[in-house]
C-alpha cells in the first residue's frame, strides 16, 4: 500500500525549532519530488516547499524563506522540514506529499498531517 | 508570484445538480494545473491533473478543462458524496505551487 505518515508535529513556543518527519511506503521513493503543503486551522491550502528526487532542486514559499529547510534521506524512504525560529502563524496542519511524475507533477498522494502549534 | 482565484467561493447545490467552479491564473499557466477535493478532517484528494486528466480512480462525473488563465472542474451529476471544499492548484512556476482559496460545494 502507497503510504506517507507524518510525525514530529506538536506545541512549541515561539522562536524555538521543530522538526517534522515524513516516512514513505509502497513506492519507489527516490523516483519522485516530494512537498510539505499546511493547513492553517480553517483555512485554505498553503504550499509550503518542495524537493526533488536528487535534492538538486528545492524551493520555499515566501512565507517559511530562511526558516524552514527541506530535505531527504532516499535510503531512509524519508522526508524531513526543519522548522526554526517558529512564529504563531506557522500553527498549522502539516502534510507531506508525493509529486505524480517530474518537477511539475500534480500531488498524487498525502499523508494524513502533523499538527504543529506555536504558542507560549 | 502567480495567484489563483477561484468562483464562487461558496456554492449551495443539490444532488443530481450539474456544478462548475471556476479557477483563474494572475498570469498564463498553460495546462499545468490541478484540482483536489478536501472533506472535513481528511487530506486533500486529487481529482484532475494537467487540467483536463482524470486521476486514476476518480469517478467520470468530474471533468476539467481550460488551458492559459482559465479552468473549470465540472461535476456532471452531483452526488451526496462530493459535498467538500475544492481546491486549484497551478504547478507551472516550479518550484512556488500555490493554491487557490478553495470552494466549498454546500447541500442546498
Known amino acids: 500500500e502507497v503510504q506517507l505518515v507524518e510525525s514530529g508535529g506538536g506545541l512549541v513556543q515561539p522562536g524555538r525549532s521543530l522538526r517534522l518527519s515524513c516516512a514513505a511506503s509502497?513506492?519507489?521513493?527516490?523516483?519522485?519530488?516530494m512537498h510539505w503543503v499546511r493547513q492553517a486551522p480553517g483555512k485554505g491550502l498553503e504550499w509550503v516547499s518542495g524537493i526533488s528526487w536528487n535534492s538538486g532542486s528545492i524551493g520555499y514559499a515566501d512565507s517559511v524563506k530562511g526558516r524552514f529547510t527541506i530535505s531527504r534521506d532516499n535510503a531512509k524512504n524519508s522526508l524531513y522540514l526543519q522548522m526554526n525560529s517558529l512564529r504563531a502563524e506557522d500553527t498549522a496542519l502539516y502534510y507531506c506529499?508525493?509529486?505524480?511524475?517530474?518537477?511539475?507533477?500534480?500531488?498524487?498522494?498525502w499523508g494524513q498531517g502533523t499538527m504543529v502549534t506555536v504558542s507560549s | 508570484d502567480i495567484q489563483l482565484t477561484q468562483s464562487p467561493s461558496f456554492l449551495s447545490a443539490s444532488v443530481g445538480d450539474r456544478v462548475t467552479i471556476t479557477c483563474r491564473a494572475s498570469?498564463?499557466?498553460?495546462?499545468?494545473l490541478a484540482w483536489y477535493q478536501q472533506k472535513p478532517g481528511k487530506a486533500p484528494k486529487l481529482l484532475i491533473y494537467a487540467a483536463s486528466t482524470l486521476q486514476s480512480g476518480v469517478p467520470s462525473r468530474f471533468s476539467g478543462s481550460g488551458s492559459g488563465t482559465e479552468f473549470t472542474l465540472t461535476i456532471s451529476s452531483l452526488q451526496p458524496e462530493d459535498f467538500a471544499t475544492y481546491y486549484c492548484q497551478q504547478l507551472n512556476s516550479y518550484p512556488l505551487f500555490t493554491f487557490g482559496p478553495g470552494t466549498k460545494v454546500d447541500i442546498k
Open positions: 506529499a508525493k509529486a505524480r511524475d517530474g518537477l511539475q507533477g500534480a500531488f498524487d498522494i
Open positions: 509502497g513506492f519507489t521513493f527516490d523516483d519522485y519530488a
Open positions: 498570469q498564463g499557466i498553460s495546462s499545468y
